[in-house]
T-cell receptor, first 116, second 111 residues
Framework: EAGVAQSPRYKIIEKRQSVAFWCNPI?????LYWYQQILGQGPKLLIQ????????DSQLPKDRFSAERLKGVDSTLKIQPAKLEDSAVYLC??????????????FGPGTRLTVL | QKEVEQNSGPLSVPEGAIASLNCTYS??????FFWYRQYSGKSPELIMF????GDKEDGRFTAQLNKASQYVSLLIRDSQPSDSATYLC???????????FGAGTTVTVRA
C-alpha cells in the first residue's frame, strides 16, 4: 500500500514570497490533515478535511495560509506572503476518518520550508 | 486548552536496557493515545496506540494507560541503537477526534 505522498521535500524562499505544498493521501482515506512542526515541538494541526469539506481550520492563519482539497483526494496548502516564522516542516497526514478510537493517522515525508 | 506533556529528555540508555517514556494529558475526555517515533529529519511513524486501561504489548514495545491518573507511558525493552529517535505522544479527543501532540522525548541508546 502506497503511503502519503508530499512534494516538494524542501523549499527555500524569501519572506513575502508565496509557496505551495501538495499532498496525496493513502488511497481510501477520507480524512486529510495538514500539520506544522517547528523544530523541537510536536506537530500542530493547521487544517483537517473530511472528503472535500473542511472540518477544522481553527489554527490556520487565514490571513496568509489557505488550503483546498478538490475532489476529495489531493490537497494543496499555500502560504502567501511567507514570514520568517513560517519556517517549519509541513506534514500531511491521512486516515480513514471513521469515528473509532483506533482510527490512525499516517504521515507523509513532509516539506521542509525555510524562509529567509 | 488540551495539553500533552512529555519530558523532553534526552533520555540516554545503554543498549539492551529498558527505556521508559512518560506522557501526561490534561483533557479527561481524551479517548485514545498514540505513540509515534520520529527519526531526525523524518516524519512521525506510528508505533502503537492504546485506549483501554492497562498494558498493551507489541514486540519490544509496551504501552501503559492509566486514565484515572491521566498518564500514558511507553516502555522499550532490549533497547537498540536504532531506537534512538524522538518519541511523540498524542491524545485523541473524544468529541472532535483531533490529535494533540506532546513535544516529544528524545531517546539515545548507547552502544
Amino acid at each position: 500500500e502506497a503511503g502519503v505522498a508530499q512534494s516538494p521535500r524542501y523549499k527555500i524562499i524569501e519572506k513575502r514570497q508565496s509557496v505551495a505544498f501538495w499532498c496525496n493521501p493513502i488511497s481510501g482515506h477520507a480524512t486529510l490533515y495538514w500539520y506544522q512542526q517547528i523544530l523541537g515541538q510536536g506537530p500542530k494541526l493547521l487544517i483537517q478535511f473530511q472528503n472535500n469539506g473542511v472540518v477544522d481550520d481553527s489554527q490556520l492563519p487565514k490571513d496568509r495560509f489557505s488550503a483546498e482539497r478538490l475532489k476529495g483526494v489531493d490537497s494543496t496548502l499555500k502560504i502567501q506572503p511567507a514570514k520568517l516564522e513560517d519556517s517549519a516542516v509541513y506534514l500531511c497526514a491521512s486516515s480513514y476518518g471513521r469515528q473509532y478510537k483506533s482510527d490512525t493517522q499516517y504521515f507523509g515525508p513532509g516539506t521542509r520550508l525555510t524562509v529567509l | 486548552q488540551k495539553e500533552v506533556e512529555q519530558n523532553s529528555g534526552p533520555l540516554s540508555v545503554p543498549e539492551g536496557a529498558i527505556a521508559s517514556l512518560n506522557c501526561t494529558y490534561s483533557d479527561r475526555g481524551s479517548q485514545s493515545f498514540f505513540w509515534y517515533r520520529q527519526y531526525s529529519g523524518k516524519s512521525p511513524e506510528l508505533i502503537m496506540f492504546i485506549y483501554s486501561n492497562g498494558d498493551k504489548e507489541d514486540g519490544r514495545f509496551t504501552a501503559q494507560l492509566n486514565k484515572a491518573s491521566q498518564y500514558v507511558s511507553l516502555l522499550i525493552r532490549d533497547s537498540q541503537p536504532s531506537d534512538s529517535a524522538t518519541y511523540l505522544c498524542a491524545a485523541k479527543d473524544s468529541n472532535d477526534y483531533k490529535l494533540s501532540f506532546g513535544a516529544g522525548t528524545t531517546v539515545t541508546v548507547r552502544a
